[in-house]
């Protein structure tokens, strides 16, 4: 955490305003760990924002609305592939049909 924090702070001193994003990807089938996880970097960086890995598999992923609820943190994009444009934007309602299933 300590080097991550240091990344930001040289980020910062070089490129005014940097880093202008802080995501935190999570793997979507981790459960509690999620929270955890989030907990753990939140404390450390103010996150910006959630990226669900692994949605496309059997995850719920249902301990993400906690984290957004405790953190105040936004899900901004969700992995439901292998490749990198298998990277979305975040949709409630796709993220609500795959829970509801």
């Given at each position: 955490?300590?080097?991550?924090?240091?990344?930001?702070?040289?980020?910062?001193?070089?490129?005014?305003?940097?880093?202008?994003?802080?995501?935190?990807?999570?793997?979507?089938?981790?459960?509690?760990?999620?929270?955890?996880?989030?907990?753990?970097?939140?404390?450390?960086?103010?996150?910006?924002?959630?990226?669900?890995?692994?949605?496309?598999?059997?995850?719920?992923?249902?301990?993400?609305?906690?984290v957004?609820?405790?953190?105040?943190?936004?899900?901004?994009?969700?992995?439901?592939?292998?490749?990198p444009e298998?990277?979305?934007?975040?949709?409630?309602?796709r993220?609500?049909?795959?829970?509801?299933?």
């Amino acid at each position: 955490m300590r080097e991550l924090v240091k990344i930001d702070r040289v980020l910062g001193r070089q490129v005014e305003g940097a880093p202008y994003e802080r995501l935190l990807v999570v793997d979507a089938t981790s459960g509690q760990n999620v929270m955890n996880q989030a907990r753990q970097f939140g404390a450390s960086l103010d996150l910006t924002g959630l990226v669900l890995a692994k949605f496309d598999s059997t995850a719920r992923a249902g301990t993400v609305v906690s984290v957004v609820r405790e953190l105040s943190v936004p899900v901004r994009f969700l992995g439901v592939g292998e490749s990198p444009e298998d990277l979305e934007e975040f949709s409630p309602d796709r993220y609500l049909d795959k829970i509801l299933e």
